[in-house]
Structure formats: structure tokens, C-alpha cells
């Protein structure tokens, strides 16, 4: 079972920045692949960031602007918003995946509570 707690959200103007960070209750480091989805009302979960070793992947709306990143010494993972815009108001989730010991596929899932993410025009 992987605890994590995100902190970070909050309310910003378009073009602005917000960093949101998770913070694990395992070595974020042991974590097989770690990420942040987000959720606007009406709409699907969808991925935003996820870092897995030292590859990372963002969805196309974000790439340029977010920046994911690992942090040892507080043991989160952080996601750094830039140039942020109305269409990036979304609950913002921290979800970790491990693999299966037999099977070596990602079996374990856990997910955040949330944070809320409003940007403002």
C-alpha cells in the first residue's frame, strides 16, 4: 500500500505558475512509474506526467509549460506549472504504479486524494 499526499493547489491568473507536489509514504524512488493525472468537471481523468526511471512523459496540452520531477530529499514527486491557462483548471491527482514481483506488469495502482488547480482568464 503507497500513501501519497498532494499539497500545492490553489488559485492562480492565466499565464501564472503553481508547483504541486505528492509526497509518498514509499521511497519515491522505488516507485516503478509515478505521475500526476488531472480531472476538469464533466470530463475523463486523463494522464498529465508520469516519470518512470529517468523517462518522463507528458500529454501534449502541457508539454513545454510542466515539468515533472522527483525529489529525494523530500521524497515527492513535483510537478512545475508554467504559463498556466484557463483549460488547465482541473482536480489534480498523484498516482503511483508498481510492478508485480511474478509477473515483473504493473498490477498495484494507488491514487491521492486531490488538489484543486483554478486558473483564472
Known amino acids: 500500500q503507497v500513501q501519497l499526499v498532494e499539497s500545492g493547489g490553489g488559485l492562480v491568473q492565466a499565464g501564472g505558475s503553481l508547483t504541486l507536489s505528492c509526497e509518498a509514504s514509499e521511497s519515491i524512488f522505488s516507485i516503478d512509474v509515478v505521475g500526476w493525472y488531472r480531472q476538469a468537471p464533466g470530463k475523463r481523468r486523463e494522464l498529465v506526467a508520469d516519470?518512470?526511471?529517468?523517462?518522463?512523459n507528458y500529454a501534449d496540452s502541457v508539454k513545454g509549460r510542466f515539468t515533472i520531477s522527483r525529489d529525494q530529499s523530500k521524497n515527492t514527486v513535483d510537478l512545475q506549472m508554467n504559463s498556466l491557462k484557463p483549460e488547465d483548471t482541473a482536480v489534480y491527482y498523484c498516482n503511483a504504479k508498481l510492478r508485480g514481483s511474478l509477473t515483473g506488469n504493473l498490477e498495484y495502482e494507488f491514487w491521492g486524494q486531490g488538489t484543486q488547480v483554478t486558473v483564472s482568464s
Open positions: 516519470i518512470a526511471g529517468d523517462m518522463s
